[in-house]
């Protein structure tokens, strides 16, 4: 099993904030387009108004295309390591393994070492926690 898997959903940006971030960009060079003419035309006041809101809508969507991008780098989902437990059903010993497809609990399995007439089976499945480093802000 592969470890430390990042899936590829969590580096792209979500569909529907790429979408509303397009329509605000198209919007904004609509405006200033607006703005553009309004000047030609001389009303300098329209023009003033619909340059400062497309470069404000400009920007704004600019910047949440950025920080969007920036959290879906920094946000990595890790695939959590899933242990396998192997016990000996005479002898008791115990053996720890990384699961494999087909593991379930109770599932027998190849002779134990230590007692060749008897066979193995899994007694406990479970993914490894880590504990989160602690941040104290001074």
Not at 22 to 47: F, K, M, P, R, W
Not at 102 to 117: Q, T
Request: aromatic share 8%; net charge positive.
């Amino acid at each position: 099993m592969a470890q430390n898997q990042t899936s590829p959903a969590t580096k792209r940006i979500s569909t529907y904030l790429m979408m509303i971030v397009l329509i605000v960009i198209a919007l904004s060079i609509v405006s200033l387009i607006l703005a553009a003419n309004a000047y030609l035309i001389g009303d300098g006041l329209t023009a003033g108004f619909l340059a400062i809101i497309g470069l404000i809508a400009m920007t704004m969507s600019i910047f949440t295309l950025y920080q969007s991008r920036r959290q879906a780098v920094q946000m990595k989902i890790e695939m959590p390591k899933v242990m396998t437990t192997i016990e000996c059903k005479k002898c008791g010993s115990k053996t720890v393994r990384e699961y494999q497809r087909g593991d379930y609990v109770y599932k027998e399995l190849d002779a134990c070492p230590k007692c060749p007439d008897t066979k193995q089976i899994i007694t406990a499945i479970y993914k490894e926690v880590k504990e989160k480093e602690k941040t104290y802000n001074v």
